[in-house]
């Protein structure tokens, strides 16, 4: 039976996210927290996008990398925490940290992989910053986030 290349190629690409030589195509998304446009307040925080609008990881995300990078410095009136995750994973990607550590700093860029031993999203998930132990009175960071869309 003849194969219709046309038909692979766009099945390839949507279901199984295949780039045009066969390899998986990794798709990387910037999510920001700014204190002037989010606060600070003890609590989940969901990110957004560098625009200041919603932005989610899509179902089935493999997490492959999350990079931070730090813009403006954090300050608090206490000792802060912050962890970085997502929906259901609030430390997949970085558990509790001081908000005066070094990856924060401007122009500091920390590159690492989720923590969570589950690397992928059961659902369209939302990123997120948990503020611990006292409130963010500034600061400004964004997290990339890499992932192949998984099946």
Known sequence: MPRNR?????IKDRH???GARGALKTVTKSFLYDFAALGGSAGALTLTDLNGNAQTLPDNAVITEVVV?????????GSATIALGYTGQATAFLGATAFDNAMWNV???????PTAAVGKTTAEVSV???VAT???TAGKWCVHVSYIAGL
């Open 16 to 18: 199984l996210n295949m």
């Open 134 to 136: 006292a409130d963010l």
């Open 107 to 113: 122009n500091a860029v920390t590159v690492g992989a």
């Open 128 to 130: 997120l910053a948990t």
């Open 6 to 10: 046309a038909l692979d190629r766009i």
């Open 69 to 77: 990078e730090g813009v403006t410095d954090n300050t608090s009136g």
